[in-house]
């Protein structure tokens, strides 16, 4: 049994790495995250230290700009089926504006966890082609993308910002059970 080459467009080979990179991505963010607390701890709880804040800070940085980059690099693919002639829309073909806004939907869509499902609510009237069922697979993994990032950005921030709060009601009581 011998292996034709198969003629993969460059549409769809970037479509295959960019899942693997969204699918490495969102467990690296996921999965590393629970170290980050462990450094934002000891930021919280013994110094304050601006070295700490530092590395803690450069790994947001680095969850932003992941997002910044998948969500360009997937409007990019978009626009790339649609050269190729694959009809990504039930609409037909569009252009790069309305690409991005479908891109812009599918983040949203991801980041409120299926509410804008609910009560169908839309930030495009472009929707996308199911018959192509890789289409929508690979849809449902950047989607997932920013949801699962998300989901542990918004648990951190809560998170710090009650531990901040301890932090200082910890403050101000030991100032206010000082002698004078």
Request: hydrophobic share 55%; charged share 20%; net charge neutral.
């Amino acid at each position: 049994m011998t292996f034709a080459a198969i003629n993969l467009s460059v549409s769809v080979l970037m479509a295959l790495v960019m899942s693997v990179f969204l699918i490495g991505t969102a467990s690296f963010i996921f999965f590393y995250h629970d170290r980050k607390y462990e450094d934002l701890d000891q930021w919280i709880d013994y110094s304050f230290s601006r070295d700490t804040l530092k590395h803690v800070l450069l790994y947001y940085r680095f969850i932003a700009f992941s997002m910044l980059i998948f969500y360009t690099l997937f409007v990019v693919n978009l626009l790339l089926f649609q050269a190729d002639g694959v009809e990504v829309y039930k609409e037909g073909r569009h252009g790069v504006i309305a690409s991005a806004f479908f891109a812009l939907d599918l983040v949203t869509r991801g980041a409120l966890f299926d509410v804008m499902e609910h009560w169908d609510w839309h930030l495009t009237p472009l929707s996308m082609n199911r018959s192509l069922f890789w289409f929508v697979v690979y849809c449902f993994v950047f989607r997932m993308f920013y949801a699962l990032t998300l989901i542990r950005v918004v648990i951190s921030f809560a998170w710090i910002w009650t531990k901040i709060r301890n932090a200082r009601k910890q403050y101000y009581k030991t100032l206010d059970d000082e002698p004078r």
